[in-house]
């Protein structure tokens, strides 16, 4: 069957996993040998010695796409093909030699109903799991690759079941170290409509969270599935086998094969979970989520605890982004008709920055030049589960170059920046939901979006260098370019009503060679230093809504737009939570690490 310790050998085995003999500590250590070796590109990572821990902890499985593909080497291409024939039916007929497996890759979507399995060989005591804490203010030790199970208490079994990859803390101040853990989810999660309908039933929600098993167990937990299709029958499908589930009278499922579960039911009330370094860059704070009380640890003989760091993009996580693209990009235009490519910027934190390619269709748009059924589509992507929770959604039209594609980041802002018109392409949803975990916004779960949306031809020579004469406002300084239109400069936090300010100084339309986006930030010599770390600082760092503003700025019939260059504010602000940095302690310990040598010296 589909167990953890067959794929760390196949790994070991084809040179991508390195076993680490050391002993290395599960506070803080380990994460930072995980990002280390993820940011060289190197193996996936079997810890043997973890101290105060009885069991092998494993990093950076899919730390690298090659590796990936790898671990799914038999299935993957099935997987695409059942893909493409669900995007297009009729193409069985036309080439029955390339979907020849599809019927043998539905089978394997069926999860499998079974009485016994390795996951109930032992049990152990809450406290005895490894207790990995990947950034020095986590509130305490993480679950960072859980596959948290529930089913709907109206309508039970694996049909109406959720699979999902939500946080669980396992120890802090607020929990009871043997019996509680905390579990954290988001907006527009599965796990929150069961929720809702077994309070609304005055029921229980039975909770089981799987650590490990097969990695397709893993990637099933964050796919982005429509609603009612159960995360267990993609799994199997990417796994080669039907998924086993331990099914007991009166008990919630378990998977058989997984190396760990933490059994229990959501307590009524709510706790403080967090603080936890997440995906965005920086820290989510502690806030009040639900508590599950444990009835029971179970695990297999030689488990494997595997676990990954989520940090400022790029990390481990990247690649499920990645993978998830590779096999839902190409249904993007049967969902929503019009768009080509959608694409969420991993380097700006995933969520806050959507970008789009969609299509004017209709002959009206050859009349007006402005956009329009552009508009239309960048509702319909809002409308899309997570997608929802975008803060910014830049959308083009792909006749206007059809050699575009989103993988271009810097040709695609070039595109759009030469052609928006600030006095009409903006338009913003305020007072809405965005990501928990960003706190750029005016409240937990709230904040504002904008919409940009750009057609037609070229209105503007983009700005490649900074011009000799260039003038500054007051307390405004250190100009840098950061891509072509693109100007990022520095101001104190004293300086407001950014929007005045350089109105005063851009009085006439700019000339040839425009900057028609200005960022002002804290630092610009890091923030223009990169592509990446000029998405992070402008998406991260502002709302729409508060911290847009431009150059003779103007609104009409409650349409918000500007005469010159656009502005965003993307300092850091009091609300803001705190940047995730390593202990310069641990720092030293894993440099000490490296110049020992030995099998992870050149990752290091």
Known sequence: MGSLRRVVDELAAAGQLVRL????????????????????????????????????????????????????????????????????????????????????????????????????????????????????????????LPQVYTEDVTQPGFGKSNLGMYRVQLSGPHYDPEREVGLHYQLHRGIGVHHRAALQAGKPLRVNIFVGGHPAMTLAAVMPLPEGLSELTFAGALA????????????????????????????????????????????????????????????????????????????????????????????????????????AVDAAGVHPLLLAIGSERYMPFHASGRPQELLTQASAILGQGQMSLAKYLLIVNQYDNEQLHLHDIAGFFEHLLARVDWRRDLHFHTCTTIDTLDYSGDGFNSGSKVVIAAVGSPIRQLARELPPDLRLPGGVNNPRVAQPGILIVEASREVQNLGEVFSQLWSGPMPDGEFPLIVVVDDSEFTARTLNNFLWVTFTRSNPAIDISGVREFTRHRHWGCDGPLIIDARIKPHHAPPLIEDPQVTKKVDALAARGGALAKWL
């Open 240 to 343: 080669g086998e039907r998924i086993p589930m331990l099914c007991r009278p009166g008990q919630l499922p378990i998977y058989a094969d997984a190396d760990f579960c933490i059994s229990g039911t959501i307590l009524p009330d709510q706790r403080l979970e967090g603080p936890f370094g997440d995906h965005l860059g920086y820290y989510s704070l502690a806030h009040e989520f639900p508590v599950l009380q444990v009835d029971q640890v179970y695990h297999r003989e030689g488990a494997i605890w595997p676990f990954t760091v989520v940090g400022r993009p790029p990390q481990e996580d990247t690649t499920f982004g990645q993978l998830i693209h590779e096999l839902t990009g190409p249904i993007i235009p049967t969902v929503l008709p019009g768009i080509r490519e959608v694409h």
């Open 21 to 144: 003999n050391d002993e290395i500590s599960p506070n803080l250590e380990a994460a930072e040998i995980q990002r280390r070796v993820y940011a060289s590109g190197g193996p996936a990572v079997l810890f043997n010695n973890v101290s105060g821990c009885r069991f092998s902890l494993v990093s950076n499985l899919f730390g690298t796409l090659d590796r990936a593909r790898f671990i799914f080497r038999h299935t993957y291409e099935a997987v695409r093909r059942a893909i493409e024939l669900k995007i297009e039916p009729a193409a069985a007929a036309r080439n029955p030699l390339r979907y020849w497996s599809a019927p043998l890759t539905a089978w394997r979507m069926r999860p499998k109903a079974v009485v016994r399995g390795p996951i109930l060989d032992h049990t152990l005591k809450l406290g005895e799991l490894p207790q990995v804490k990947s950034w020095p203010d986590d509130g305490g030790a993480f679950v960072t």
